[in-house]
């Protein structure tokens, strides 16, 4: 056969799976030179100076499976009908497939390949001419240090390409470390607006008028914290270059009117008591709590810190409660509704015996009828107020409807009290107090007394001290008394400090009872009916005839009736 018909057989460098383990002559591993045991090897390689000889010792082999063999073992140019020949007709005899040319007997070519971004270099192993030697470790490594690789060399995975003779293949033999970049900022909302709290359904009874569709925070709160961005961790490339992380991104705080941070700038914090909401996409603490229907159980009880305003009813059983004023468009039912402000009712009141409504201010509705209704300062009824206990410390005022008139029930105020008409043509028990109400005189009754009783345990307690300061003095306190002293000293502080709000109290009472002695008066514009009981400064009146544009006045101790300029 020609020499013509050499072929070049690098188009192979991916194959030497099946020849890893193969003999080859003149190189036997220590391995097979220890034990007779090893398995024949299916092809065998030798050369004299006539040319290199291949030697079938297998019954069974491919064509590709001895090409992948002879790139293995750096034959590259040989005649590939003499190796079909040698297959097809499964000769076992050496045959010659190649001759001997220095130039086609190459040494081991080490090739390698970094990666883009300088984390990873591979290493591929051009094979030598069966006879030339494999490459060193040291070879290995002296063609990493010529790419300039310092860092990451992975000395396992060399050894594994040195001991396997790995050809052609591409190992990855050095690795970088990458960097880690930062983590952005995460914001946790610890109070969601969107979230209203649940009812514990699984509780033994279960009250669903609790339930709140709004959330509501007190100043102080903490609404949202940050987890700060991170700077990331820098890598290191396999040329030993440090590769800096991209760091995280801070998130902004969503914070709109009523939040403040804290001073690390990580809490979002109520800065006012309020409802919690979104607008514009921001957070904000509203001081108005805005009802837009009835309060009833889409809604449920309402306890605030600020002014609440309702644009439908309160329906029976439900509770209001708010530190600002208070703002009711329609009625309130059986329902109770407290204010540390002042109360509007635009309706009214039907409260079928169960309303309560109080305020520290004043308190203006439409109507009353069947509710117990409490104010600190005055009330105004535009229409009626039927058959309910009403109190006010300065007046009550029922004026502006077509009879504005007070019919049953009890009516108590501080200063005044004025209507258009008062009791019924019917002579429904009806009872107007005017002047200091008898609560407060009982009050200032029992305020009296405990002020006398601790002045005279402060005035036992001084005697005593005294008595054991001289002692003291004369050097004849022993230890027992020392002890009974500071017990008494003490008891005195305690004395003092109680009697301070009792005095307060006292003393807001009598003023109160001061401006009522001036000016308690009951004024009807229109009739004031048989039936009606009126009570000036703890002195009773009964109506026992019409009266009409009358004032009821007190006069050298007793109640008269004056006309209503008067």
Not at 342 to 370: C, E, H, P, W, Y
Not at 522 to 529: L, P, Q, T, W
Request: with cysteine.
């Amino acid at each position: 056969m020609p020499e013509e018909a050499l072929k070049t057989a690098d188009s192979a460098a991916s194959a030497q799976q099946e020849s890893e383990s193969w003999q080859v002559s003149g190189q036997q591993s220590d391995e097979q030179t220890q034990s007779d045991q090893q398995p024949t090897q299916p092809l065998k390689l030798s050369a004299d100076s006539s040319g290199v000889y291949l030697t079938l010792q297998a019954a069974e082999i491919t064509l590709p499976a001895v090409a992948r063999f002879l790139f293995a073992n750096g034959v590259r140019k040989y005649n590939e009908k003499a190796v079909e020949e040698i297959v097809r007709n499964r000769i076992h005899t050496p045959q010659r497939i190649a001759e001997r040319n220095a130039a086609n007997e190459k040494d081991a070519v080490i090739s390698t390949q970094l990666a883009k971004d300088n984390l990873s270099v591979t290493l591929a192993i051009d094979p030598p001419f069966f006879e030339k030697p494999w490459p060193t470790k040291k070879d290995i490594k002296a063609a990493l240090d010529f790419k300039n690789v310092v860092f990451g060399i992975d000395e396992d995975a060399i050894d594994e390409v040195l001991k396997l003779k790995l050809a052609g293949d591409s190992v990855v033999v050095a690795r970088g470390l990458p960097p880690v970049n930062g983590e952005h900022a995460k914001i946790e909302l610890l109070v969601d607006p969107d979230k209203p709290p649940e009812v514990d359904e699984e509780a033994d009874v279960v009250d669903h008028r609790s339930r709140s569709s709004f959330v509501l925070v007190s100043k102080g709160d903490k609404v949202a914290v940050k987890t700060p961005a991170t700077p990331g961790t820098s890598g290191k490339s396999i040329i030993g270059v440090e590769i800096p992380p991209v760091p995280g991104k801070d998130v902004p705080f969503p914070i709109g009117s009523g939040l403040e941070l804290s001073e690390d700038g990580l809490t979002l914090i109520a800065s006012i008591d309020g409802r919690l909401s979104k607008k514009d996409n921001k957070l904000v603490v509203l001081p108005e709590l805005d009802v837009h229907g009835d309060v009833d159980f889409g809604v449920g009880n309402i306890d605030f810190q600020g002014t609440v305003k309702i644009r439908g009813s309160v329906r029976e059983g439900f509770v209001v409660i708010a530190s600002g004023d208070v703002e009711i468009y329609e009625v309130v039912e059986g329902a109770r509704v407290e204010s540390k402000g002042n109360i509007i009712v635009r309706g009214g009141v039907r409260g079928t015996g169960k309303a309560l409504i109080t305020a520290n201010g004043s308190i203006k509705m439409g109507f009353v009828d069947q509710a117990s209704i409490r104010s600190r300062g005055s009330i105004s009824v535009k229409n009626a107020i039927l058959h309910s206990d009403v109190m006010a410390e300065e007046n009550v005022v029922v004026s502006g409807g077509q009879r504005s008139q007070i019919a049953g029930g009890k009516i108590q105020a501080g200063r005044a009290v004025m209507c258009q008409t008062l009791g019924s043509e019917m002579g429904t028990k009806t009872e107007v107090v005017v002047g200091l109400p008898p609560e407060q005189a009982e009050r200032r009754k029992e305020l009296q007394n405990l002020i006398a009783e601790n002045r005279a345990e402060l005035v036992k307690a001084d005697s005593n001290i005294e008595y054991l300061k001289k002692l003291d003095e004369a050097g004849k306190l022993d230890d027992d008394k020392r002890i009974l002293m500071a017990k008494l000293t003490q008891a005195k502080f305690k004395i003092q400090a109680a009697m301070g709000p009792m005095k307060a109290e006292l003393n807001d009472i009598d003023d109160r009872l001061d401006l009522a002695k001036a000016s308690g008066v009951v004024k009807v514009k229109g009739v004031c009916y048989p039936g009606v009981s009126i009570n000036i400064r703890g002195v009773n009146y009964v109506v026992r005839e019409p009266f009409k544009y009358a004032a009821f006045v007190f006069e050298d101790g007793d109640v008269k009736v004056r006309s209503y300029d008067f």
